[in-house]
T-cell receptor, first 115, second 111 residues
Framework: GAGVSQSPRYKVAKRGQDVALRCDPI?????LFWYQQALGQGPEFLTY????????KSGLPSDRFFAERPEGSVSTLKIQRTQQEDSAVYLC?????????????FGPGTRLTVT | DAKTTQPNSMESNEEEPVHLPCNHS???????IHWYRQLPSQGPEYVIH???SNVNNRMASLAIAEDRKSSTLILHRATLRDAAVYYC????????????FGTGTLLAVQP
């Protein structure tokens, strides 16, 4: 079946531009996570949704980062006024059951480069 | 603070077993231990998880020390496709089940 998809796969933005990154989770998955992965590092948690509710946004690095999942399926991560330090791979993951979220299914990521 | 320690890198030969160690000395009694791996240019993928007993699945085996302060991921016969970064992730994530990755172990597999 279809896995988690993300678009675009690559994004180049000039410093100061706004960007929007899309995640299509596996159909029916309740939980959705966003992670940020800098070069040579492991992914770092950004935010978590259970259906449309954003239950944890403790990892968002600044108020320039905003995520939404209005209908409990597709999610968008928006970064306003991008900075060079925002350059990273942004990974989305989904999981079927919040009580059994041991296995998260990751998308291929969006590589954001801020110039 | 919770701390996980893994070797930065390991090497193996194709078709030989690989033992990937992880120390998680501050793990609590109810924290699961998860392993994920990340192939080049891909998102991480789930490998295995366990609590106390050793676990086996089609991808690997997980051996958990009796005191649970360490665990070992075992690939029984490494293939070139197993070259990846392997992350050991004790379940420090709390109620949301977020994964807290470290830097992992980069496994190189030689033909």
């Amino acid at each position: 079946g279809a896995g988690v998809s993300q678009s675009p796969r690559y994004k180049v933005a000039k410093r100061g531009q706004d960007v929007a990154l899309r995640c299509d989770p596996i159909s029916g998955h309740v939980s959705l996570f966003w992670y940020q992965q800098a070069l040579g590092q492991g992914p770092e948690f950004l935010t978590y949704f259970q259906n449309e509710a954003q239950l944890d946004k403790s990892g968002l690095p600044s108020d320039r980062f905003f995520a939404e999942r209005p209908e409990g399926s597709v999610s968008t991560l928006k970064i306003q006024r991008t900075q060079q330090e925002d350059s990273a791979v942004y990974l989305c993951a989904s999981s079927p059951d919040p009580l059994l979220s041991y296995e998260q299914y990751f998308g291929p990521g969006t590589r954001l480069t801020v110039t | 603070d919770a701390k996980t320690t893994q070797p930065n890198s390991m090497e193996s030969n194709e078709e030989e077993p690989v033992h990937l160690p992880c120390n998680h000395s501050t793990i609590s009694g109810t924290d699961y231990i998860h392993w994920y791996r990340q192939l080049p240019s891909q998102g991480p993928e789930y490998v295995i998880h366990g609590l106390t007993s050793n676990v086996n699945n089609r991808m690997a085996s997980l051996a958990i020390a009796e005191d649970r302060k360490s665990s070992t991921l075992i690939l029984h016969r490494a293939t070139l496709r197993d070259a990846a970064v392997y992350y050991c992730i004790p379940d420090y994530g709390g109620a949301t089940n977020k994964l807290i990755f470290g830097t992992g172990t980069l496994l190189a597999v030689q033909p």
